[in-house]
């Protein structure tokens, strides 16, 4: 089977760094994205590693290790409009479909 | 570009009543793919087009679930016969195929079933 496992919720202060971390075990594997959804609305897209390492973009971070089958995202000075779910997403195939971990529910405070 | 639209965004049916969804990709988007997502959980993969061509479809979606793209362009979702278990959010996406790990989300149709 298909399973991807991540924290259900983490919790963080402004102005912190947090890290929500990803195992995945799929038959197949292309690469690791990460979607934020906040409450209501439709996920986005913010990451994507296909090979090992850490891609960085503004506060967002997101790190790959194909051998161990884990990823990561981090945030860095975690404003109040981070707070949202974030999934893991892999891309098993050639094909674009992908297969979401459960979520993630960031909040952050004051 | 106004981004991925669906309509309708709310649909309430009786159980064993049809229904059908319509999603409008990004204009420049060859792939389009339906997803359903319940409370607390990831979005769930159900069906991909590239243009006009299904290409993959999950295997837990039931016969009741139908789905095509028939110009390329936009996409209906129907079920028929619904159940209460079909109640979730249907989304969709589109990308491009170079990008396709990078899905662009419509703002879903919220599906209850009575």
């Known amino acids: 089977g298909q399973s991807l496992e991540q924290p259900s919720e983490v919790t963080a202060v402004e102005g912190a760094i947090v890290q929500i971390n990803c195992t995945y075990q799929?038959?197949?594997?292309?690469?690791l994205s990460w979607y934020q959804q906040h409450d209501g609305g439709a996920p986005t897209f913010l990451s994507y590693?296909?090979?090992?390492g850490l891609e960085e973009t503004g506060r967002f971070s997101s790190f790959l290790s194909r051998s161990d089958s884990y990823g990561y995202l981090l945030l860095q000075e975690l404003q109040m409009k981070d707070s949202a779910s974030y999934f893991c997403?892999?891309?098993?195939?050639?094909?674009?479909?992908?297969?979401f971990g459960k979520g993630t529910k960031l909040s952050v405070k004051p | 570009d106004t981004g991925v639209s669906q309509d309708p965004r709310h649909k309430i049916t009786k159980r064993g009543q049809n229904v059908t969804f319509r999603c409008d990709p990004i204009?420049?988007?060859?792939?389009l793919y339906w997803y359903r997502q319940t409370l607390g959980q990831g979005p769930e993969f159900l069906t991909y087009?590239?243009?006009?061509?299904?290409?993959?479809k999950s295997r837990l979606l039931s016969d009741r679930f139908s789905a095509e793209r028939p110009k390329g362009s936009f996409s209906t979702l129907e079920i028929q016969r619904t159940e209460q278990g079909d109640s979730a959010m249907y989304l969709c996406?589109?990308?491009?195929?170079?990008?396709?790990?990078?899905?662009?989300f419509g703002p879903g149709t919220r599906l209850t079933v009575t």
């Open positions: 997403a892999v891309k098993t195939g050639s094909q674009g479909n992908l297969i």
């Open positions: 204009s420049e988007h060859n792939r």
């Open positions: 590693n296909a090979l090992d």
């Open positions: 799929t038959s197949g594997f292309y690469g």
């Open positions: 996406a589109s990308s491009s195929d170079r990008f396709q790990y990078e899905q662009y």
């Open positions: 087009f590239q243009n006009e061509a299904q290409l993959e």
